[in-house]
């Protein structure tokens, strides 16, 4: 069955450290891979998304994340964290048969200290 | 205006009563999604349509309805909630993949409804 792990359930870091939050997926096929973001009372959005071509991804407010098929991972990463950046992260992965379902983790919520 | 609107935002019920939340979209998309989210378990699928005749269960239906209205609104229904649906609830949209594009197209979200069942 395909699923999603995210180990890290807490993460806290400095103000201006980098930042890595880890995410394997298991799946079959070529992945579709996404990350979200979820702000407190917030819905959640669209950090960035692979679904092929060049294995680093560039997405929104700074993030990337690099697709590594051998590892089977998919992890987020920000070389320097602002506070703002403060939520809960989600990986997700499309699930066999397409049809736009997703497969969330469990999610990674990042706390950043001054 | 927000995209994805959910009413109710917060809600408390009592076990037993039946409660409905609802889902409106502006996006013009044709799918659309209830998940809930509990502590340390992520999102969960609970329903899915991809238009006004198509409704699909989800991994975790039991105790749950759904009706689309119409292509921009979305029902969800508790017909008599307990303890254990006490969750954040968050409807998403998405367009259906073009021809010959990815099978994935990016889901937008609301902001979520807060159930609290006493």
């Known amino acids: 069955a395909q699923s999603v792990t995210q180990p890290d359930i807490h993460i806290t870091v400095s103000e201006g450290a980098s930042l890595e939050l880890r995410c394997n997926y298991s799946?079959?096929?070529?992945?579709?891979l996404f990350w979200y973001v979820q702000s407190p009372g917030q819905g959640l959005q669209l950090l960035l998304k692979y679904f092929s071509g060049d294995t680093l991804v560039q997405g929104i407010k700074g993030f990337e994340a690099e697709f590594k098929r051998s590892q089977s991972s998919f992890n987020l990463r920000k070389p320097s964290v602002h506070w703002s950046d403060a939520a809960e992260y989600f990986c997700?992965?499309?699930?066999?048969?397409?049809?736009?379902?997703?497969?969330f983790g469990a999610g990674t919520r990042l706390a950043v200290h001054p | 205006d927000a995209d994805v609107t959910q009413t109710p935002r917060n809600r408390i019920t009592k076990t037993g009563k039946r409660i409905m939340l609802e889902c409106s979209q502006t996006k013009g998309h044709d799918r659309m999604y209830w998940y809930r989210q509990d502590p340390g378990l992520g999102l969960r699928l609970i329903y899915y349509?991809?238009?006004?005749?198509?409704?699909n269960k989800g991994e975790i239906s039991d105790g749950y309805s759904v009706s689309r209205q119409a292509q921009a609104k979305f029902s969800l229904s508790l017909e008599s909630a307990i303890p254990n649906q006490t969750a954040l609830y968050f409807c998403?949209?998405?367009?259906?993949?073009?021809?010959?594009?990815?099978?994935?197209?990016?889901?937008?979200f609301g902001p979520g409804t807060r159930l609290t069942v006493l």
């Open positions: 799946y079959g096929a070529t992945p579709y």
């Open positions: 998403a949209t998405s367009a259906a993949p073009g021809q010959g594009g990815p099978l994935y197209n990016e889901q937008f």
């Open positions: 997700a992965v499309g699930a066999t048969g397409g049809y736009n379902k997703l497969i």
């Open positions: 349509s991809f238009d006004v005749k198509d409704i």
